[in-house]
């Protein structure tokens, strides 16, 4: 692990009510990374005193402050971001990539553990452990449910070569699954695990936004509409969230969503083969149960894997 470097790109904006947690939790990893750039995407809060405070105490933790756009932008703003981040540095000097969001609190061993295993196995193109958000009521920690198919948005380590074959990230909402279906197209492993040294607090919960929960489950719709899922696994997918917290409007936001963005005949990710490709794969889930279907494909897909190959040129 000596010789195994890697970079950190968090965009965030106006996060200071949770980012000392994560900052804490970074500084505290066992292996840290080479270079943090934190990249402020126009922060009106005190992100930005925040930030210089802890850059000003450790080296490896570089701000990169942008205008404010006047609002906060979940999907491509983010991404637009992270990449202000990824082309202000030399990305190719980095065994390994990862987008980490500033509300999260990891256990010390988090990146230890990930980046050993891919090491051990070259096939892991993107990995991750679990995010789990706090009960107000109960005080306990609860499970976010994420599918063990894909890294979460939330903290997404990539081997480089792996990221660069699959072109990066859409600058578009749902590009944190695009990215986990482009590796399994490529035959790379894409792969969460919930385990207790790899399970962290997701302190603002998934799917919510600064307007509603409602809003950001609607959001997610769109997201699975513009990605090219199809309406009946988009329907079992929202059924089976209904019974997750928020229950019933976590699911109904999905789906309805996505039927309005049928309705409004929203733009779709201009990529057919792509879209064939997922549907297959979803029809195979619904079949088959994830896990399965996923292992399927894995080993399908072992005879496309070609790790020196070039970059590809998805739309």
Not at 17 to 37: A, K, N, V, Y
């Amino acid at each position: 692990m000596a010789n195994v470097k890697y970079l950190v790109i968090s965009p965030c904006r106006n996060e200071a009510e949770f980012m000392r947690r994560t900052l804490d939790s970074m500084i505290g990893q066992t292996i840290r990374p080479d270079l943090w750039l934190i990249v402020d995407d126009g922060s009106t809060d005190q992100t930005p005193n925040v930030l210089a405070e802890y850059a000003g105490k450790h080296d490896f933790i570089k701000i990169i402050p942008r205008s404010n756009r006047g609002h906060r932008s979940v999907g491509p703003g983010v991404i637009e971001a992270f990449y202000a981040g990824y082309h202000a540095v030399h990305p190719n000097e980095f065994d390994y990539i990862c987008k980490l969001d500033l509300d999260l609190d990891l256990p010390p061993r988090y990146f230890e553990i990930l980046l050993q295993r891919m090491e051990e196995n070259p096939r892991l193109g993107t990995c991750s452990g679990k995010p789990y958000f706090l009960d107000k009521k109960t005080g306990r920690l609860v499970s976010e449910k994420c599918g063990d198919e894909n890294s979460v948005g939330m903290t997404k380590l990539f081997r480089k070569r792996c990221f660069d074959q699959i072109g990066g990230f859409v600058q578009q909402v749902m590009w944190d699954a695009i990215d986990g279906h482009r590796c399994r197209m490529l035959g790379w492993i894409a792969v969460s695990w919930d385990e207790p040294d790899l399970q962290f607090v997701h302190l603002r919960p998934m799917g919510s936004s600064q307007q509603s929960m409602l809003t950001g489950r609607m959001r997610h719709g769109f997201g699975q509409y513009f990605m090219g899922t199809g309406l009946v696994y988009m329907t079992a997918s929202a059924l089976y969230r209904m019974t997750r917290p928020p229950y019933l409007i976590g699911g109904l936001g999905m789906w309805l969503g996505y039927v309005k963005s049928i309705f409004a005949r929203q733009k779709r990710l201009e990529d057919p083969i792509f879209r064939s490709f997922l549907r297959r794969y979803q029809w195979s889930c619904l079949l088959r149960g994830k896990s399965r279907a996923t292992a399927r494909l894995n080993e399908q897909n072992a005879i496309s894997w070609n790790p020196d190959a070039m970059k590809t040129s998805f739309l």
